[in-house]
Structures are given as C-alpha cells and as structure tokens.
C-alpha cells in the first residue's frame, strides 16, 4: 500500500501563491504516477494537475494551466503543487493521489485551499 499525507493548504488572497506537498510513504516503488485533484462544496473531484514518475511528462487542467505547476522530488518521495495567481474559484480541498500502471488508487486525506477576494 501506499499513504498519502497532503500539507500546505490554507487562506490565500486572490492573486497569491500558495504551494502543497504530499509526501509518500509505503510501497513507493510502486508508484508510477501522481496527481493533484480538487473537491469544491457541491461538485465533483476534478483532476488538476499530474505527474510521471520521472517528471518528465506533466499534464494540467485547462483551468489551472500557466497558473499551477506540479514537480515531484524522487528523493523525498514528495510531489509539489506550486499555485500561482489564484483565484476564488480554486477554492477547495486538494487531494493528492498515485497510481501504478493503472487509475489512481491510493488518495490523501486532503486539505483545504481557501482563496479570498
């Protein structure tokens, strides 16, 4: 198995930074891919942002692109979500997960981005 801890969540300004971390633990070796998803009261998870094991291929949602950068430290067992510019509307819990060859299976607990006006 594999365990998620996200961190880095808080209030932020519209047009401020805020950067998340989650840090893997457990069957590491495993992990092929990690991802960036959001909740917002009321709607679905949405995929934000993701990441291959090497770093070199990234995808992003239209919503967040040139705003968000996702980047991951193979040392630390650690991908990063360093956001930009933000909005209110990128209010929401962000949760972190990771995947094998496969669909994500294992997710963090979350945690809770709040952007203000």
């Known amino acids: 198995q594999v365990q998620l801890v996200e961190s880095g969540g808080g209030l932020a300004q519209a047009g401020g930074s805020l950067r998340l971390s989650c840090a893997a633990s457990g069957r590491t070796n495993s992990v092929y891919g990690l991802g960036w998803f959001r909740q917002a009261p009321g709607k679905e998870r949405e995929f934000v942002a993701a990441i291959t094991r090497g770093g070199g291929r990234t995808n992003y949602a239209d919503s967040v692109k040139g705003r968000f950068t996702i980047s991951r430290d193979n040392a630390k067992n650690t991908v990063y979500l360093q956001m930009n510019s933000l909005k209110p509307e990128d209010t929401a819990v962000y949760y972190c997960?990771?995947?094998?060859?496969?669909?994500?299976?294992?997710w963090g607990q979350g945690t809770q981005v709040t952007v203000s006006l």
């Open positions: 997960a990771s995947r094998g060859m496969g669909p994500y299976d294992y």
